[in-house]
C-alpha cells in the first residue's frame, strides 16, 4: 500500500500545454506539500495545505494552481508549460498542525518528472 | 522564518570509512530536524528525526545524527560506510506553525 502516490511518474509536454499532476495520501495526515526540485537537486517547497486550505504560496507563477478537493488529494495544475518548468515534483505529506508538535516525519511521493520541450 | 545550511554540496568517502555529513539551522523556537536520503530517481526517505528528548537519535542503515542547541547543528554520522549509501542527502527543518524547509542537500560518493 503506497503512502504517499502520485500520478504521472514521467511527463513529457511541449511548451504552451496545460497539464496536471496528482497526488494522493492515505496515511490520514492534514497537511500536504508540493515541493519543486530543480536540475542541482535543490528542493524548494512551492505550496503548503493544512485541512484543505491553502497555508504557504512561495514565490511561483500563477501558471501553478494547486487544488485539494479533500483532506488527502493535492492535485497540481500548471497552465502554459514553460522550459524552466521542467524539474522534478514532489508531492508530500505529513501530520503536521499548525498549532501542535508533528507527530510524524514528512512522507514523499516518488516525484513527477517534468520535461518541458 | 527557519532555514537550513548545509556546507558540503558534495562529499567523497571510502568504503568503510566514516562519515559525517554537517547541517546548521536557524530558527529561533524549538526546531523539528530531519535527515532524509534520495537514491538516484528515487523520493525522499526518512533516516532519522528528532522532536525532543536525548539529543543523540538513532536512524535507519545505522545512521545516527546529534543535535547541538548551542551549536545550532544537527549533524549526520555513520561509522562505515557502504557503497549502497552513495545518494543524495537532505537536512530539513520544520516548526510549530511552520513547515519544512530543506538544506540544499549533500551528495555523497562511495569510493571502492
Known amino acids: 500500500d503506497t503512502a504517499v502516490s502520485q500520478t504521472p511518474k514521467y511527463l513529457v509536454t511541449q511548451m504552451g500545454n496545460d497539464k496536471s499532476i496528482k497526488c494522493e495520501q492515505n496515511?490520514?495526515?492534514?497537511?500536504m506539500y508540493w515541493y519543486k526540485q530543480d536540475s542541482k537537486k535543490f528542493l524548494k517547497i512551492m505550496f503548503s495545505y493544512n485541512n484543505k486550505e491553502l497555508i504557504i504560496n512561495e514565490t511561483v507563477p500563477n501558471r501553478f494552481s494547486p487544488k485539494s478537493p479533500d483532506k488527502a488529494h493535492l492535485n497540481l495544475h500548471i497552465n502554459s508549460l514553460e522550459l524552466g518548468d521542467s524539474a522534478v515534483y514532489f508531492c508530500?505529506?505529513?501530520?503536521?498542525?499548525?498549532?501542535?508538535?508533528?507527530?510524524?516525519?514528512?512522507?514523499f511521493g516518488q516525484g513527477t518528472r517534468l520535461t518541458v520541450v | 522564518a527557519q532555514s537550513v545550511t548545509q556546507p558540503d554540496i558534495h562529499i567523497t568517502v571510502s568504503e568503510g570509512a566514516s562519515l559525517e555529513l554537517r547541517c546548521n539551522y536557524s530558527y529561533g523556537a524549538t526546531p523539528y530536524l530531519f535527515w532524509y536520503v534520495q537514491s538516484p530517481g528515487q523520493g525522499l526517505q526518512l533516516l532519522l528525526k528528532y522532536f525532543s528528548g536525548d539529543t543523540l537519535v538513532q536512524g535507519i542503515k545505522g545512521f545516527e545524527a546529534e543535535f547541538k542547541r548551542s551549536q545550532s547543528s544537527f549533524n549526520l554520522r555513520k561509522p562505515s560506510v557502504h557503497w549502497s549509501d552513495a545518494a543524495e542527502y537532505f537536512c530539513a527543518v520544520g516548526a510549530r506553525g511552520n513547515d519544512m524547509r530543506f538544506g540544499a542537500g549533500t551528495r555523497l560518493t562511495v569510493k571502492p
Open positions: 508530500a505529506s505529513s501530520s503536521f498542525p499548525r498549532t501542535a508538535p508533528p507527530n510524524t516525519e514528512a512522507f
Open positions: 496515511l490520514g495526515h492534514d497537511t
